[in-house]
C-alpha cells in the first residue's frame, strides 16, 4: 500500500517544529512501514534584526541581541507545553553579532542530506537539541561540526556541500517550493498520498493528522495498536537514537513518563541480552542509545 508522504516545512531552531516530534513518533508507531516524513527548510530568521524590538534595535548590537536572545528563550520556554519536551533555555545564546540568522542551521541540514541523506533526520534533531536543550550557539559552524560528528557525518563532506553552493541551491529550492504553495507560516505541513494533497499551517496534534489520514486515504488507512515487544523497542531506539521520554510515552501509548522510562529500563546501560544500549540524559528526559 502507498505510504503517506508528510512534508514539514520548518527551520531547526523552531521549538514549535521540536515539541511536534512526539506526534511524528506516534504516527510512525501507529501506521507502521505507511509515514514517511520529510523535511523542507523554510529560513526562519534571515536576519535577526526583523524580529528585535525597536528598543533591541538601538542598543548597541551585542546588547541589543543579548536582550532579544532572553526573550527568545521566554517564547521557547512558553512552548514547552506543546508537546512536553522539556527546553532547558538557561545561557540561551543562539544569535550575536557576528551570527545574526538562522539560515546556517537550515543550509547545514541540506549539506547532510547531499552528505549522508540516511544520517540527515537524525541530524536535524541532534541539531535542534543542541540548540533548545542544551543551549548551544548553533549558528556557529564549529557547532554545526561537532553536531555532525555526533551523528556519524563525515565533516569533510558536510563542508563541501556547505560551502560549494550545492546546500544553498537546496535551501532555495525549499523555500520556492514553500512559497509556491502559499506558506507563510511554519510550522506548515503537506499531506500527501496517492496525487492527492491537502495543505495546512498551524501546530497540528495528533488526532488533526490521524483525521487527515483517513481522509486523503479514503478510509484505507487506519491507525493501529502500536508494538510495545522489546524487538520493537529496540528498533525504535536505534531509528532514534536520541529521543524525548515524552516521544517513547506517546509512540507507545503509556499513560506517564515513568511508564515511558520502565519500558526501556531493560535496555538501560546495556541490560542482559539487549542489542541495544542506552542511557538516560539530561535529567531522564531524553534516552540516548549508545553504539
Known sequence: MSKVIIIAFTDPMMGLSFESEPIFRKLETHYPGKIDLRYRMMGLVP???????????????????????????????????IGGIPMHMKDFRLFDPSHRS?????????????ATPEL????????????????RPTTHEEEILRVADQVG?????????????TAEKAFAYDRQVGDSLG?????AYVVRHKGFAMVGS?????????????QISSGTLRPQAPDRSKGAVCTFLESHPLVSVVEIREAFD????????DLIRPLLEGGHGSRVR???????SFVEWQR
Do not use: C
Request: charge should be negative; avoid cysteine.
Open 47 to 81: 536576519d535577526v534584526s526583523q524580529f528585535m524590538t525597536k528598543k533591541e534595535r538601538a542598543l548597541e548590537a551585542a546588547e541589543g541581541i543579548s536582550r532579544y536572545n532572553k526573550r527568545l528563550a521566554g517564547i521557547y520556554l512558553d512552548e514547552e507545553d
Open 102 to 114: 538562522s539560515w546556517p542551521l537550515d543550509l547545514a541540514y541540506k549539506a547532510a542530506q547531499k
Open 120 to 135: 540527515a533526520d537524525r541530524f536535524l534533531y541532534r541539531l535542534r537539541y543542541a540548540t533548545i536543550v542544551e543551549t
Open 153 to 165: 557525518i563525515d565533516r569533510d563532506s558536510l563542508l563541501q556541500y556547505l560551502h560549494d553552493g
Open 183 to 187: 506558506i507563510h507560516e511554519l510550522p
Open 202 to 214: 498551524s501546530v497540528f496534534d495528533y488526532q488533526t493528522f490521524v483525521g487527515l489520514i483517513d
Open 254 to 261: 503509556l499513560g506517564s513518563d515513568e511508564e515511558a522510562r
Open 278 to 284: 542506552a542511557k538516560l540524559i539530561q535529567d531522564g
